[in-house]
DNA sequence: GCCAACGTTGGC
DNA sequence: GCCAACGTTGGC
């Protein structure tokens, strides 16, 4: 079992929307970024991620979800109506990959990018790593724990 | 809106 | 394959 980080805007996808739709997994898509793939690449159904929320008021993790289904063709690449449309890729050789994820948990009370930031425990988190803005990231046994414990 | 820290593109 | 120009991310 891995852990991992999922940045989402909550305008476009928060903790709240995954919470609204207990059972039906939520596709997560829009990845466009190669680094960021290759982790979609490495995640396995039963791997559980922190849902984070970025670019708005509210700046931390939300809660936790659970991967449902593992990697497969991202479908926005190939909807021209999507904004992550890319014309680049075909079916026959997608370039995208989503994944599928339902929810666990809502926090209590967000843990603040500040708090991760104060927090000793969290040093070595790739989120706090000077210029990382990758959207998948990888999260260490240890950090998940210590970040659930903070939630508390 | 600013801007640092990236990633991507395309001419050469 | 290099690298300048450009685009994006995301906190502030």
Known sequence: MNYWLLKTEPAECSID????Q???PMVWEGVRNYQARNFLRQMHEGDEVFVYHSSCKLI?????????????????????KSPYFDPKSSR???RWEAVDVVF??????????????????LEDLAL??????????PVSANEWQAILELAK
């Open 104 to 121: 666990v948990q809502k926090f209590s009370q967000l843990l603040s990018l500040d708090a991760i930031k104060a927090s000793p425990a």
């Open 17 to 20: 929307d995954l919470a609204a």
């Open 60 to 80: 931390g993790v939300a809660g936790t979800a659970r991967v449902s289904r593992s990697v497969y063709p991202d479908p926005a690449q190939f909807d021209p």
């Open 92 to 94: 026959d050789s997608p």
């Open 22 to 24: 207990p059972i039906e």
């Open 128 to 137: 706090v790593k000077k210029g990382n803005r990758l959207s998948v990231m």
